[in-house]
């Protein structure tokens, strides 16, 4: 069996293209049937594009050394943001954690469902969702509209 090079060319026509992006829509299609894809991507995501860049490149034309610190920077400013993404959800936590007791012997007014429910905070339990006792019962912080300080 001879090969000839050059009948093959490495570059699709319009025509192949169009077809191409048909059958990969479809196949997307059917693996998302019923779920919601995911649109971030993550550090482990670019990480993955990045190997695969490095393993499928040209050997005659080698990704240029620019590229790929550009590329590594982009990763290390990705994984910093994750890292912030993570502090601030923390601070969050804690802030409203520290809001939620402060709370502790005050009115409060907070919505259950349709009903609106006033009481005194008799407890607040901490954690990544702070919790207020009223009336026998715990509800989410999140749920209080108002604090009143009782005179």
Known sequence: MELRSNNVSPVLSSQEMVELNRIVKEHNAKINQGKNPQQNLGKDDFLKILITQLSYQDPTAPM????????????????QMTSMAGDFNRLTNMLAGTEASSSLGKSVELVEGDQVVQGTVKAVSRGDTPQVLVNGAYYS??????VFIEE
């Open 64 to 79: 240029e050394d620019k590229e790929f610190i550009a590329q590594m920077a982009q990763f290390s400013t990705l994984d």
């Open 141 to 146: 912080w999140n749920q209080v509209t108002k």
